[in-house]
């Protein structure tokens, strides 16, 4: 099976600050590298498909990046609303698998 | 809209099984996969399997074989996710989601989830 690894496992910075959340691949996975936003107490939601399309509605500071093995999430110009646990996830393989997390926490 | 929708919170203790349902809405159940993730307190997000809702075809992860059994009934645009042999480690919110079309296989919407505790 396919391990993604995130780093880092959280993070905090001030509103308005530009962060960067990495995820890499055990392997290859070309592009099928996604990215979830799981704000607290909330499912999961779709935020970013294949490396770097946005999903309807989300905010155009939200972007995608990356191909292979090495990925990032970069949210520039951070929001309060942002808080959450960011998630890659890959479809490569048979069975999905996703990154451990990473918190963004607002100072 | 597009909507998944979960059964309540379960209560097992340890060595039964627990069955959790997912009602879809507002499109063609068996026009799309239904997967199932879990996350344990505190922790990530762990893909469990998927199950082909038109033909009951399934996949699971190789963590979950044997114990996991995934169904569907078309008839009332319902999936199931049974887990036998449960466990103290088995404690975590079930979610179910449906996969995109488009061969991609993301997962979007998500249902609220179901919280399994299991407890002596």
């Known amino acids: 099976d396919i391990q993604m690894t995130q780093s880092p496992s959280s993070l905090s910075a001030s509103v308005g600050d530009r962060v960067s959340i990495t995820c890499r691949a055990s392997?290859?996975?070309?592009?099928?590298l996604h990215w979830y936003q799981q704000k607290p107490g909330r499912a999961p939601k779709l935020l970013i498909s294949?490396?770097?399309t946005l999903e309807s509605g989300v905010p155009s500071r939200f972007s995608g990046s990356g191909s292979g093995t090495d990925f990032t999430l970069t949210i520039s110009n951070l929001q309060p609303e942002d808080l959450a646990t960011y998630y890659c996830?890959?479809?490569?393989?048979?069975?999905?698998?996703f990154g451990g997390g990473t918190k963004v926490e607002i100072k | 809209q597009v909507q998944l929708v979960q059964s309540g919170a379960e209560v097992q203790k340890p060595g039964a099984s627990v069955k959790v349902s997912c009602r879809a809405s507002?499109?063609?159940?068996?026009?799309?996969?239904l997967h199932w993730v879990r996350q344990a307190p505190g922790q990530g997000l762990e893909w469990m399997g998927r199950?082909?809702?038109?033909?009951?075809?399934?996949i699971f992860a190789q963590k979950f074989q044997g114990r996991v059994t995934m169904a569907s009934d078309t008839s009332i645009n319902t999936a199931y996710m049974e887990l036998t042999s449960l466990t103290f480690d088995d404690t975590a919110i079930y979610f179910c989601?449906?996969?995109?079309?488009?061969?991609?296989?993301?997962?979007?919407?998500w249902g609220q989830g179901t919280l399994v505790a299991v407890s002596s």
């Open positions: 989601a449906r996969e995109v079309l488009g061969g991609l296989r993301t997962l979007d919407p």
């Open positions: 199950i082909n809702p038109e033909s009951g075809g399934t």
């Open positions: 294949d490396v770097s």
């Open positions: 507002g499109y063609s159940f068996t026009g799309n996969y």
């Open positions: 996830q890959q479809s490569y393989g048979t069975a999905l698998s």
């Open positions: 392997q290859s996975i070309s592009t099928y």
